[in-house]
Each structure stands twice: as C-alpha cells, then as structure tokens.
C-alpha cells in the first residue's frame, strides 16, 4: 500500500481475517515481503552458510518424492549442509501416500495444513490433523494417505542406538503436551517425544509472546531444523540478524550462536528439530 509519503510499506496485516484462519494458516500461506519487493527478480531473504542457512518460501523447491505417490517435496536440509538429518516439507495431494523411510530410518511427520490417516499393521487407522504428529520408529511399516490435501514437515534420521532401548509409535498433538519448565527462559516449550533415553531427537514447541526473546545466546553441540509456524521476529545466527515470518525454515549447525526475539502483534511458535541422549563422541 503507498503511504503518503510516496514509501511503500508492507501491506498491514488485517486482523480481522487472522481470526478466522486456520491455525497455522500462515506457515503454508507466507506473507509475502513488502508489495515493492515481490516481484522484484532474484530478491529472496535465504542465506546458506557454513553454519547455518535461513531458507524462505520463495526459495522452497518442490519436486515429486520418490516412491510417495501425488506428493511433492522439498527438502530443506539434508547432510549435504552437514546435518545428521532431514527435513522436508511434503505436500500431499488427493489421493495421495507416503512411502516407507529406508531401512533403520526413524520418522516424525507434524501435519501444518490439511489432513492425513496414518495407517500401520499394530494399531487402527488414526486421522492427524493440524498440529497433530506421529513419529514412527525405524523399520516400522506404517503409510500416510491424504484423500483431499495435507502439508506435512517431516524429519528423518539414521536411529542411533543406545543399549537395548528401543522406541514406539507415537502419536499426539501439540495442544494435548504439557508445558515444561524453562528456567531462566520466559518461552513457552513443550517436548512431541518422550525424554526417555531411546530417543535420538526430540521436537520442541516454543512460544514467544512480541517482545519475548531467548535469554541465552545460545552455542551447543546439538543441531537444529526450525520452521517458523506463527508470527514473526529477529533470527540471530553467527554474526547476522535476520528478519523472519512464519513459513520460513533455519537449519543451525552445531555451536552457531542462535537467539531469538518475537515481534509484532501476534505470538511467535516454532517447531524445533534437537538431536539429545546421545553422547556427541
Ligand atoms: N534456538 C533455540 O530455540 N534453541 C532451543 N532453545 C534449544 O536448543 O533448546
Ligand atoms: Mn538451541
């Protein structure tokens, strides 16, 4: 919209319609940047670097996923950035269905958009919806399919055993997980995963309420996958400061300085793929 002045200024984001929205509506439906920069060639907010990689809607790549059928994936961080996982986004069309993960392979799939019925040889067919989850453990037969459409992120790892822990199927929703304590920390954090030592990875939910932000410039050992769900902040990685909005995915390499604040006037929730229980010799 043009202001007075002659400055474009980014389309205000109308209140109202964000009621009747599905919850994270936006994740899959990005407020494009300023109305002046949207057609702008070869602008894009993605950055990849040695350390970390802020990849933008506009940057996503889709292209059919083997095996599944009427899906398109894009993969938005693989070992090649140096990570120990996966993480792609699948859009699943009518009709559609995943295929299985390669052999020792664990899964977790987080329904953003849509609808999926996860069916496996143990247990009866369960419907996930938005915010609805299931992490399948590795070589465990289970398919996904979609009669109308669903976007799904799912991240996939090589399982790494402990003893003789071994993990289940779960499945659940964010809404049903409790809030953790977070000492030091004002965010609001629930965990998808048992903290239970089979378990590689866990997923983490975080909420930011504007003006919130991370009280520790975070360096650990362990890597991360994010996609930004709801709202909007300042991503710092390394040394640079990025503006982000909903929709948007980070893959932070282990010891990048991280930390995040939330801005506007709706709550920052991410999803937060963390590598955990496993001893990083
Ligand atoms: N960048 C992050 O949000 N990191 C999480 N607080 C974490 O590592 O647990
Ligand atoms: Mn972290």
Excluded at 8 to 36: F, G, R
Excluded at 106 to 119: H, M
Excluded at 172 to 195: A, I, N
């Amino acid at each position: 919209s043009e202001s007075d002045d002659g400055f474009c200024s980014a389309p205000s984001i109308v209140e109202s319609d964000e009621k009747t929205k599905p919850i994270y509506w936006k994740a899959t439906n990005p407020t494009l940047s300023p109305s002046h920069l949207q057609d702008l060639p070869g602008f894009t907010r993605s950055v990849y670097k040695r350390d970390h990689a802020l990849i933008t809607p506009e940057s996503h790549v889709y292209s059919p996923l083997p095996d599944w059928t009427n899906t398109l994936g894009a993969y938005l961080i693989t070992p090649a950035t140096g990570s120990h996982f996966v993480m792609y986004l699948a859009k699943m069309k009518e009709m559609s269905s995943s295929s299985l993960p390669p052999q020792d392979i664990e899964r977790l799939v987080f329904v953003v958009e849509g609808a999926v019925t996860l069916t496996n040889t143990s247990t009866s067919s369960k419907k996930l919806t938005v915010d609805s989850y299931a992490y399948l453990p590795p070589n465990f037969y289970h398919s996904l399919n979609c009669v109308e459409s669903a976007t799904l992120v799912v991240f996939e790892r090589r399982y790494e055993h402990l003893g003789s822990h071994t993990t289940e199927l779960i499945v659940g929703s964010t809404d049903k997980q409790p809030l953790l304590e977070t000492p030091g920390e004002v965010f609001e954090l629930r965990k998808l995963l048992p903290m239970s030592l089979a378990y590689d990875f866990n997923i983490h939910i975080m909420d930011f309420q504007p003006g919130e932000f991370l009280n520790v410039k975070e360096v650990h050992y362990n890597q991360h996958g994010l996609l930004l769900l709801e709202g909007q902040g300042i991503y710092r990685l390394g040394d640079n400061w990025y503006p982000v909005q909903a929709g948007d995915v980070i893959w932070m390499a282990p010891f990048v300085p991280q930390w995040y604040a939330a801005l506007g006037k709706t709550r920052s929730r991410y999803l937060l793929y963390k590598d955990v229980n496993r001893n990083p010799l």
